[in-house]
Each structure stands twice: as C-alpha cells, then as structure tokens.
C-alpha cells in the first residue's frame, strides 16, 4: 500500500506528465513523454485513470491548445496541492532524500507554470529559472572548439583533412558516409554491439558495485526501427514483466528512426548510452534497489526535465568510457571511435546552444540550424530537429536540452576526482537515490 508520499509524487508526476499529453502506459516513444517509468506494481491513481485524462492524452496536451480538455482535466485534479504535498512530505524525511524529492519538486513547479503559460492562464516563464530548474546551473553557451579541433586533428590523421570550417564540415560528411551504420540491419547490428559493450561493463562497472546487482540484466532491450519519427531514437524502459518468482525481467526497447544518419562508431556511443552501461542499466540498477528496499518509491517513476535526469543523461553520455574503464576519450583504444565518441559529444553540446540561442537570446530557427551545423558539426537531420521541433518546444527547448551537456560535463569531472569504487555507486544509487546537484552530497560525506 502506498504512503502519503508515494501517493504525492505519483499525483504529481503522473499528472504534469498527463497535462503535457505524456502516456507513461504507453511501451512508444511516441506517446511517452515526462514520465519515464511506472514499475512499482502499484495501482494507477486518478490522476492517470480519470476519463478527463485520457481525453487530455488523445488530444495531445496542453501543448496543442486544447483549452476545453485541459480545463476538464484541471477541474478534475489538483496539480499544484500534489506538488506542494512532495514538497510538504520531504521536509518530515531529511537528509539526502528530503533534497531530492525538494529538486524534484522545483522542476514539477516549473513544468506546471510552462504548462500555464502556453494554456495563455499564466505569465511567461523566464528562461533562466527553466534550466536551473532541470539542471541547477544557469544556461550559458556551449563552448565546442576544443573538440572541434580535435576531430579535425584526428580526421587529419584519418586522410580526410581540413584547412577551414567549410571543410571541416566535409570532412565530417565524408568520414560518416564511409562508416554509415545501416538502420536496416538495426537489431543486428544493436544485438552485436550491446553484447560487446556488456561484457565491458562485466569488466569494468561490475567489480565497482554491490554484489547484489551482478544478477540483474543490464541489456534486457529490444531495437525496433520506426519511420519518421520527431526524435532520433527514444529509449522506453518498461519494468513491468516478471519471472515465476514475480522478480523483475528489467525490459525495455529502443525506437530508433530508420532515416537517422549515424556511422558505426557513433552508433557504438549512442548504445553504450542507451543501453550499457547507460539508460536501461542505470534504470534496471534503480529497479533493483527499489525491490530491495534500498530505494524509495521515486525510484519507480522517473522523471524528465528534473535534476535526477541531468545525472542520467551525464552517466550515458560518459558510459562509454564507463565500459572501457578510461576517464578520457583520447584513452579509447581506436581513434575512430574517439571521432565519433567526439561528435557524439559536439551533438549534445549543440542541443544546449539549440536551448540557448533558441529561447536566451530569440535567434530564428534557420540561424540556429546553420550554426549548430557548422559550429557543432551535426547532419542536417539533426540541425533541422534540433532547431525546430525539439529546440522550439516550450518544454524540452527550455528544460531538457541543457541538460545532456550539464550532465556530461559533470559526471566527468566526479570521474576525474573520486576513485571509480567511491564514484560508480554513487551515481548509479547504490548510496542513495541521486540527482545532480545531490551527488556531490553522497560522494562528500
């Protein structure tokens, strides 16, 4: 049975999730959004099961303007009462948890005054609140040139060399269509390099962690190619299928868009990302200790758009170097694979300088695809989703994109500092469940 706490947070992140057009139920991409998981076996509240909250899901949110569901479904529910009951809940707990749930709290407030706002019943939100909110930083620009650099020294040394940016820019195009990962053979070609990438992660991650944690699968994922998505590819953990003994199988898919242009050792990063020692390890991880007893409820429901997701993006975006045990992508044992750990890296960069030349500074759309194709070196796929459907939607321009390079960054710099036994549990929430302001908490005490 669920306590009082539980019952707020669930209300409340199942509710923003649903106000914003989000189906946590939903095993797609295509009809999840804030909401990342629900594995905890307890019932569905009345924020979810409400007939005014499938209206408002089938309508697509709040986001479309659909004033006569999102009314409906503000009558029904109280939003802000859930989120000041996190709040009000957090203080009675204290410690790590009370500053998590409080972090928590805060990005919810800030997902429902956006909310407001383009329901046109609230002010404008401002820019910087939005991203110290998912990532407790204030927005800056990204700084890319020294990876830029990089890749050019390394294409160089590859035979694809470069004098300015125009050629650069070729160079790039040119070393990827030679290395183009084919979307048509996706599953076996994912099922291959997730293999790879677990038994690096036995080598690597495991030794690191609770012995306990050995038995859970931390690759239980199915790749499925779909066209024409919005997204590049959209990892969806699921959690809820269960053995005889009614313990947890940690399942998950990836959606990944059949017309993505990615080469091989770009595809390499983005399943260490994805997968392992990523996304669906950390989740399967969290899984495991919520079963456990050794994290709470919180743990079931994981959230985009908080400060716990800027940690999570920061742990998939350094996985790879997770899996081969190095702290630096010139440690990685091929430069190919550097270059595309690199541009990886470049891309996310751009997603936080989409967010702020989008909404700090107003630049058009054209201009930020131009530059983040330029200056960050991405297709022009990803410049075109970037800049527009991702970067101009009020929530994830404003929230989310900052929060990949925060992330990285961060974990980093804690993987520079901390000895891997103090580091790897910490994050992966062995000492508690974390996020990343309240990291540095576990790994100072």
Request: proline share 6%; net charge negative; with cysteine.
């Amino acid at each position: 049975m669920m306590d009082q706490a539980s019952k707020f947070i669930a209300d409340a992140v199942l509710g923003i999730d649903t106000l914003w057009g989000g189906d946590v139920m939903n095993p797609s991409g295509v009809g999840r959004f804030i909401a990342d998981s629900w594995f905890s076996d307890f019932p569905l509240p009345a924020v979810y099961t409400h007939p005014a909250a499938a209206q408002l899901r089938q309508s697509g949110g709040v986001s479309v303007k659909n004033r006569e569901a999102v009314e409906e479904y503000l009558r029904a529910v109280d939003l802000p009462a859930a989120i000041d009951g996190v709040r009000q809940e957090a203080k009675k707990m204290g410690g790590l948890r009370q500053a998590y749930l409080t972090g928590m709290a805060d990005s919810l407030d800030t997902m429902w005054d956006l909310a407001m706002e383009v329901a046109g019943k609230g002010d404008a939100v401002p820019y910087a609140r939005c991203v110290e909110a998912s990532t407790a930083r204030p927005p800056e620009p990204s700084q890319p040139e020294k990876k830029r650099e990089r890749v050019a020294e390394l294409l160089g040394r590859a035979g694809y060399v470069s004098a300015n940016a125009g050629e650069l820019l070729e160079a790039v195009d040119a070393w990827r269509r030679e290395r183009v990962a084919p979307m048509a053979t996706v599953r076996a070609l994912s099922a291959a390099v997730i293999a790879r990438f677990d038994s690096l992660s036995a080598k690597h991650l495991s030794p690191y962690l609770p012995k306990e944690l050995a038995r859970v699968p931390r690759a239980n994922i199915d790749f499925q190619p779909i066209k024409d998505a919005w997204f590049s590819g959209s990892m969806n953990y699921i959690g809820r299928a269960r053995n005889a003994d009614d313990s947890p199988q940690y399942e998950a898919n990836y959606e990944i868009n059949a017309s993505l242009q990615i080469s091989y050792p770009e595809f390499e990063q983005l399943v260490s990302h994805e997968v392992v020692p990523g996304h669906v390890t950390t989740f399967a991880y969290l899984q495991d200790l919520y079963v456990r007893g050794r994290a709470g409820f919180e743990a079931t429901i994981l959230t985009m758009n908080t400060r716990a997701a800027t940690l999570f993006e920061g742990i998939a975006n350094n996985a790879i170097l997770i899996a081969h045990g190095v702290t630096e992508v010139d440690q990685l044992p091929d430069e190919d694979l550097q270059i595309g750990v690199l541009l990886a890296l470049l891309q996310d960069d751009a997603k936080n300088q989409s967010s702020y030349l989008t909404w700090g500074e107003g630049k058009p759309q054209p201009e930020v695809a131009a530059t983040l194709r330029r200056d960050f070196l991405v297709t022009e796929e990803r410049a075109d989703k970037l800049s527009g459907a991702w970067g101009r939607h009020p929530l994830l321009g404003r929230m989310y994109l900052p929060a990949y390079r925060c992330g990285t960054e961060k974990v980093a710099e804690l993987r520079r500092t901390y000895p891997a036994d103090r580091v790897l549990p910490a994050i992966y929430g062995c000492n508690g469940l974390v996020d990343i302001e309240t990291i540095d908490q576990v790994l100072k005490d």
